[in-house]
């Protein structure tokens, strides 16, 4: 167990990329200061920007402390272990990581978890855009695992998401599920426009009935077995989940790309 605290912030970013519980496995502090990370087109050791200690606090296998806003890929690619964030995190936190925990005590900026193949993020604060979403160019997102912001969450949330389950406790942006092939969302809060476009496949559960493209149709009021269980699962990670009736509205779209996903309101 390591706490890495940033001595000074830096208008340069710092890239953590490889920095990861599974790389320090097994390392001592002044071996895990010695690895090398990226400040602006420059390698550097990580003892240069972090005091690196061990730590008996049972928070994570690494614990990030101080002013970490422009610090990117905390988290990404992890495999396995815990990694705990103080404050605010910088880009591509979590992304493609296949299984562990990050979870980030405040907030985060864009593409968290993206491209994720598994494991366990947890947003105790307002993420930006395109968290679970796919590259530009990448013709998947997300594939697996389970991301829960507790905040808002920006735009494009879940692009090309194909597996896994994201959930949002407050307000979306434009585009939420846009050209989603499989998987679930689940928004909890006010959606902006757009949520949807584009879909294949998937589900996108929501607490308010979204402003959903017009090449959506509504198709039916049912219960679907699986949602009592889900919601069950979220009220274990002590999520406000509003009361759903004994039916929600269900509408099918995107026509435009087969209209096989689905879009459930519980009101």
Not at 159 to 178: Q, T, W, Y
Not at 219 to 228: E, L, N
Request: with cysteine.
């Amino acid at each position: 167990m390591l706490k890495l605290t940033l001595r000074a912030p830096s208008d340069i970013p710092l890239d953590l990329d490889g920095v990861t519980p599974e790389r320090v496995t097994g390392l001592s502090p002044l071996e895990v200061a010695k690895l090398p990370v990226q400040h602006g087109n420059r390698s550097e050791s990580l003892g240069e920007f972090f005091d690196v200690q061990p730590t008996t606090h049972r928070l994570a296998d690494l614990h990030f402390a101080g002013n970490t806003r422009s610090v990117k890929h905390i988290g990404a690619g992890m495999t396995r272990g815990s990694v705990f964030v103080e404050g605010e995190a910088g880009m591509h936190a979590g992304a493609r990581m296949s299984g562990g925990s990050l979870v980030l005590d405040s907030g985060c900026a864009g593409w968290l978890g993206a491209e994720m193949k598994g494991g366990y993020i947890e947003v105790r604060g307002d993420a930006g855009d395109q968290a679970g979403a796919a590259y530009r160019g990448s013709r998947r997102g997300m594939t697996g695992g389970t991301i829960v912001i507790r905040g808002t969450a920006g735009d494009e949330l879940g692009l090309l998401m194909r597996r896994g389950l994201i959930v949002v406790e407050g307000a979306s942006g434009e585009f939420a599920g846009a050209s989603m092939i499989a998987g679930t969302l689940v928004l909890l809060g006010e959606i902006g426009a757009r949520c949807g476009a584009g879909m294949k496949r998937g589900t996108i559960l929501t607490a308010h009935e979204p402003p959903l493209p017009p090449s959506f149709r509504y198709a039916c009021d049912y219960r679907p077995a699986f949602v009592p269980m889900l919601l069950a699962e979220l009220r274990k990670l002590r999520l406000s989940i509003p009361g759903f009736g004994a039916n929600l509205r269900c509408f099918r779209g995107d026509l435009l790309t087969g209209g096989r996903g689905e879009v459930l309101c519980g009101a």
